[in-house]
């Protein structure tokens, strides 16, 4: 056999051979990749995992809105001329209970997660605010303003059983949020001069105080593991996202800015956190990682105010 035969056979051996080490690394991969698809929610579940309820003022009041985390979609849910705000998500996923502002007073309403029966809870002279759920979903807490005083009222989901848990001197103010067990509640109080975050039982019950400095703290909420509270704060000047234990240790800034943000809601897995922020000239709604306030991404994006966002 003459050198050039020799060299044709070894050329050929040396494709053969590249070609079945590509072809076996086309298999493996293939294996991995259709025994490991991603994973999207299917159609029933994606309203359960990732979507975003908020107020947004695009049409000249406030309206209650869902944005799809996955697709950014948004869809509007109440379309009115009086001011829909402060949207909490049921824990089923089912209906969102908000707070509608008309003839000069404010009461809780509930609506279907599809913009469908409207339902009126409250009613009457006083202010009633910020509704949370019970992880159960069996009660709604909520803030009642009556003679310039607040204080929580809880009732059941459908408007019966309406009980007052706090008292006068407790000076209750803002946003409350229900723990995950449903066994306590984080609120705010102005008793000390200053908005101050506070956690009792769910029976009104062993008050006990999370935060102490001379700046506003407000808007808790808890984390779906139950170990944590989010909050915002102005102890840098302006209004930041924190978070802590919920026996008020390792106070940890997320934000920086010099704009505010405010209002954080925590996702389904307590992986990431939405809030809304002035980080564009008007308020938007924005989400975050949980740990470290990193990988911060803009969702709304408008001339109109987006706030008081609620994940589930």
Do not use: C
Request: hydrophobic fraction near 35%; aromatic fraction near 12%; proline fraction near 4%.
């Amino acid at each position: 056999m003459n050198k050039i035969s020799r060299n044709k056979i070894f050329k050929s051996r040396y494709f053969l051979l590249f070609l079945a080490i590509f072809l076996l690394t086309g298999l493996l991969l293939s294996f991995f990749i259709f025994k490991n698809p991603l994973e999207i929610p299917s159609s029933s579940n994606r309203q359960s995992v990732s979507k975003i309820a908020f107020t947004s003022y695009r049409d000249g009041d406030g309206e209650v809105f869902l944005i799809d985390i996955n697709s950014l979609n948004q869809t509007q849910l109440t379309s009115n001329e009086v001011d829909d705000i402060n949207p909490s998500w049921s824990p089923d996923a089912a209906k969102i209970a908000f707070t509608r502002s008309f003839n000069g007073t404010h009461d809780i309403f509930l609506i279907n997660a599809d913009g469908s029966n409207i339902n009126q809870l409250t009613s009457g002279s006083t202010n009633d605010l910020y509704p949370s759920w019970h992880p159960d979903g069996s009660k709604i807490a909520f803030i009642r303003y009556e003679d310039k005083i607040a204080n929580i009222f809880v009732m059941n989901s459908n408007k019966s059983d309406l009980r007052q848990m706090t008292s006068s001197d407790q000076k209750v103010v803002d946003k409350l949020d229900w723990s995950p067990d449903g066994k306590r509640i984080a609120f705010v109080s102005n008793r000390d001069g200053d908005y101050e975050i506070f956690i009792m039982n769910s029976d009104g019950t062993n008050e006990i105080k999370l935060t102490d400095n001379s700046e506003d703290d407000g808007k808790p909420a808890w984390s779906p593991s139950g170990d944590k509270i989010a909050f915002a704060s102005m102890r840098d000047g302006d209004w930041e996202i924190f978070i802590m234990n919920t026996d008020g240790s390792n106070q940890t800034q997320l934000t920086f800015n010099d704009v505010y943000d405010t209002y954080p809601s925590w996702s389904p897995d307590g992986k990431n956190i939405t809030f809304y922020s002035g980080l564009d000239g008007d308020a938007e709604i924005f989400i975050m990682n949980a740990d470290d306030g990193s990988d911060l991404n803009q969702l709304t994006f408008n001339k109109a105010l987006d706030t008081h966002p609620d994940w589930h």
